[in-house]
């Protein structure tokens, strides 16, 4: 003889722990806390959506990093990958990152031009500008020759006005809301 009253709670729990298994699931990267950027700022939150993401070389970093202060120091908010935290996978992170971001950045030097993983984070730059509304920003640091889709946009050139303020304001303005630059 079968329990009915059994065989439906059984039912119904199992119906009920695959529903917030799934709830979980659409709501987990929202759910996460804030990871504080290790100077203080919110730039390196996990989910967070950025205004860009400055992709580098290792030999470029210094620069790297004044772009992206320059820029938080304009309101902008900036993924750098020299600011994930300790503990969390650097690929996970930027891959994130990538999804959150309206804007993509990236350094052209000769340290860039041979790195597999720039090619990468410019591959996925470029297709989300093609997806539509996002920009894409070449910026040379040393007189470089720019790949093909990256030569047809108008560069921030730094090769000859180095750490100036005002090739932060023509970022910011580029990559950023209104009112961005100072």
Known sequence: MVNWELVVAAASMIAGVAAAYFGYVAVRGRLRSPRPHPAGTDTARTGASYDA???????????AEWLARGL???????????WIGVG??????????????VNGVLLFSRASMG???????????????????????????????????????RPLDL????????????????????????
């Open 72 to 82: 938080q120091d304009r309101g902008l908010r900036v993924f750098l990958a020299k």
């Open 53 to 63: 993401f400055v992709s580098y070389a290792e030999a470029d970093e210094a620069t």
């Open 159 to 182: 090769t000859g006005r180095g750490n100036s303020t005002a090739a932060l304001d023509e970022l910011a303005r580029a990559v950023g809301r209104p009112n961005a630059g100072r």
């Open 115 to 153: 790195r597999a993983d720039l090619r990468d984070e410019y591959a996925a730059l470029l297709q989300q500008v093609h997806a539509g509304g996002r920009r894409f920003v070449p910026v040379l640091v040393e007189a470089v020759d720019l790949p093909p889709f990256a030569r047809i946009r």
């Open 88 to 101: 969390l996978v650097e690929y996970a992170e930027k891959e994130r990152a990538l999804d959150a971001t």
